[in-house]
């Protein structure tokens, strides 16, 4: 059996795994709707956690962030993974306990129904439900386009007459779309039928899946470039750029004499050097504003939704930080390594790559054995999963319960009919999500994923004035959704829609400048027009925080 073959049998084994797993947690379903959607709020600590870290530890922090490191050095780590660790923990305190609280005291399932009632507008869901929709379809296109070009890139061999290709690397590959249509139907599957019970099972074992094969695995690439401190000595060597953050004209003189060097001897120089790219210290600031997006994921609010109580989430909190550092730090230094690794005299990674998202598999594939390649294969998949099942159940729950529920049925639709409309827009979406992906298979994954947490970022304002401000009004909850909008739609077309990979504005990340336009749209509008009624600040802030204090306070 070839190391391509040997992926196939892992995957297909790992992936029955998981779909015995989704379909056994469907027994213990109460077949109503509030079981499918919401565990009937029933999640403890533990399973709390795993599906939340599941639900954020997406392809961009696996695969994205090795091509990234790959491409723009090890600053990678410091821009997203530290931010992202404590200003999670961060969101899940002051916002995540505080909508489950909401969500428990008032029955809600979505995140709409909340800002229907705290914003006293019946049509602000047909307004939020195409932005959410708009900014999860990219998400989910991170998580199938990389499924796709992992199982391309780690099953080489395995049908070379069934799937023959002209690029060698790809010869005998099972086809990204055939890779990424299996991982749509698995998940499809037992979303189908388990629900977030049953996600939030396959999370918690997916989670632990590809945290301990990715440690596995990057102690053995590490072994193979003669252990992390060999591997990064290499990188001094040929491109001591990618091990900083700012780069300076020495930098560049540099890359240029290595650069000629290989031009004019690649068999003596071996590996071509790669280009520095650098941050300003602004664009670096200002990449903390992309993490706030997990307190408008529709997904990660279904997910606090089905928390016990408040206890449930301590462990979170905690953990969370500590789980991310242990998942990125692998990734990252895997993604540098890759720059300057050599073996047998041969550089791992072919210097005409561009394709960023192959770079974890081809050193999976080149430097570890078949079969802990093909475990690793199945951990990444598992990362990619525990992603894609919770998005594609958040959509299916916000249609059916704010749109088809809501303004279709008023409210009278049965269980039954809820559960058979939240199931059919889940086969919709996967659908139109796949296609999607089978036309964008080489946009890099890095980037979509900045563009699409930008959007939810830029939402930020709303959830948590929501929660904390008494004076946030309705007109200034529009404002701020169509502020948001606008601005995204404005500086997504001026970055050439993603194109320009070092876009900035102002010299800061395009996020930064979302988030404060959509604050100052909901500050503004909110002053200048009628504050909320006396009902609804005594429905959402609690006797002590309103006594004696006037709406216009």
Known sequence: ??????????????????????????????????????????????????????????????????????KSGIGVYGKMASSSGIIHSACFFLVGIKLWSFGKRHGYVTQIQFFRDRFESDKIGLVLFPVLVGLVIPYLLIGVISSGSVIQGMTAGAFPEMFPNDIARFNGSVPYWLGAAVICLVVMIYVFFGGVRGTAWANAFQTIVFMILGCVTFWVIAAELGGPAAATKLVQQHNPAKLKVVITPQDMDHYEEKLAAYTADPVAEVIKPRKPHGIGQLAFLTYLFIPLSV????????????????????????????????????????????????????????????????????????????????????????????????????????????????????????DKQKLFIGRGFVIFV??????????????????????????????????????????????????????????????????????????LFLDMMPVATMVIWSSWAMIVVSLMSPPPSRETLDKFFTPADSAGASPNA
């Not at 989704?22 to 709390?48: E, Q």
């Not at 390649?373 to 199945?378: C, E, I, K, R």
């Open 1 to 70: 059996m070839n190391a391509g073959m040997t992926s196939v049998v892992i995957i297909v084994c790992y992936l029955g795994l998981l779909l015995t797993l989704g379909l056994l947690s469907s027994r213990s379903s109460r077949g109503t709707s509030a079981d499918y959607f919401l565990a009937s709020r029933g999640i403890g600590p533990f399973l709390l956690l795993m599906s939340l870290f599941g639900t954020t530890m997406t392809a961009f922090a696996l695969v994205g962030s090795s091509g990234e490191a790959f």
């Open 295 to 414: 307190g408008m994921f529709p997904h990660l609010f279904q997910h606090w939704l089905t928390a016990r109580s408040a206890k449930s989430f301590r462990l979170s909190v905690i953990a969370h930080p500590l789980m991310i550092m242990i998942v990125w730090v692998p990734c990252v230094l895997i993604g540098v390594w890759a720059t300057s690794a050599v073996v047998h005299g041969k550089p791992v990674i072919p210097p005409n790559l561009a394709n960023s998202n192959l770079v974890l598999t081809i050193m999976v594939k080149k430097m570890t054995s078949p079969v802990l390649g093909g475990f690793l294969t199945a951990g990444i998949l598992a990362a990619i999963m525990s992603s894609l099942d919770s998005q594609f159940l958040c959509v299916g729950s916000i249609f059916t319960n704010d749109i088809a529920a809501h303004y279709v049925g008023r409210d009278k639709l049965t």
């Open 430 to 503: 996967v659908a139109v999500t796949y296609f999607i992906a089978v036309q964008w298979k080489s946009k890099s994954v890095f980037q979509m994923a900045i563009w699409c947490f930008s959007g939810f970022a830029s939402l930020f304002p709303l959830v948590f004035a929501s929660v904390y401000w008494r004076r946030a009004s309705k007109a200034g909850a529009y404002a701020c959704v169509l502020t948001a909008a606008a601005s995204w739609i404005y500086l997504f077309r001026d970055s050439g829609y993603g194109a320009n990979r070092e876009y």
